[in-house]
Structure formats: structure tokens, C-alpha cells
């Protein structure tokens, strides 16, 4: 596969975590009982008193930052702010987050998992849409893309 190939469906996963992320993150803002996703009957399983700490996270972290990395990913702006995530990697600060972030949804959906269960068909998708991202930032055709010199 072409490495343009390759960060396009990397791009697309991202982006497609973000609409799940923010559609999710908003509906449970919008109704903390989470009720109108049908999730209120495991309310009583989750150390949270309503969705909105849920809601939070997924909007930032599962909505807005995958957007910040896919534009990151294809645009490779140079923020200086985001250097030092850069730093540490030895990759540019979009990589390094996707990765990062990749690694932070298989964990979300561990914790969903062991917490209340894996039922729900957006779980499934959300863990292949995981998968992919973990799958696809290490391979070498988009990796060294991102490689700093």
C-alpha cells in the first residue's frame, strides 16, 4: 500500500474517532442520565453520580484532539508549543499523539469492557477503529514520514 494511502485511512480513523467522540461526549452532556443513548441502566456500575465527566473526556480527548492530530498529520505544522511532545519520540508531535492517542481509546475500551461489559455495536466499531489507528501509525511507510531530522 502507498504511504499516501496509508495516512489517508489514518486521517479517516482519526476523524471518524472524533465524530464518535463529540456525538457521544454531546448526547451525554445533553442528557446526563444518559438515557437518550440507552446507557442509563449501567449508570449504577460507574463511580460517576451522571455522564458528564464522560461526556467531557470524550469531547476533548475522543472528539477534538483526534481532529487537532489528522489536521496535524496531513498538514505537518511545525507549533512550536507542541515540541515537546515531538522531543521525546524523536517523531513530529502529530504521530506521536496519534500513537498516543490510539493506545488511550484500546485503554478507554478496556476500562468500558471491564466496567460495564461489551455489548453496545459502537464498541465494536470504536475497537476496530483502535486497531486501526495502532495498526497503521507504526507502519514504516507512514512512520518515517514523520521521523524529525
Do not use: C, K, N
Amino acid at each position: 500500500m502507498g504511504r499516501r494511502l496509508l495516512l489517508g485511512a489514518l486521517a479517516v480513523s482519526l476523524v471518524f474517532l472524533a465524530f464518535g467522540g463529540l456525538y457521544g461526549g454531546l448526547a451525554m452532556l445533553r442528557d446526563p442520565s444518559g438515557a437518550s443513548l440507552g446507557m442509563d441502566v449501567v449508570l449504577p456500575r460507574l463511580p460517576v453520580p451522571d455522564f458528564v465527566w464522560p461526556g467531557v473526556f470524550l469531547v476533548a480527548v475522543m472528539g477534538l484532539v483526534p481532529l487537532a492530530l489528522a489536521y496535524g498529520l496531513l498538514v505537518r505544522p511545525a507549533w512550536s508549543w507542541a515540541a515537546a511532545i515531538a522531543r521525546p519520540s524523536g517523531h513530529h508531535w502529530a504521530w506521536t499523539g496519534t500513537l498516543a492517542i490510539g493506545l488511550a481509546l484500546a485503554l478507554w475500551l478496556a476500562l468500558q469492557a471491564w466496567m460495564i461489559g461489551f455489548a453496545w455495536p459502537i464498541q465494536f466499531v470504536t475497537a476496530s477503529d483502535a486497531v486501526a489507528i495502532v495498526a497503521l501509525a507504526p507502519l514504516p511507510a507512514v512512520r518515517q514520514r514523520f521521523v524529525l531530522r
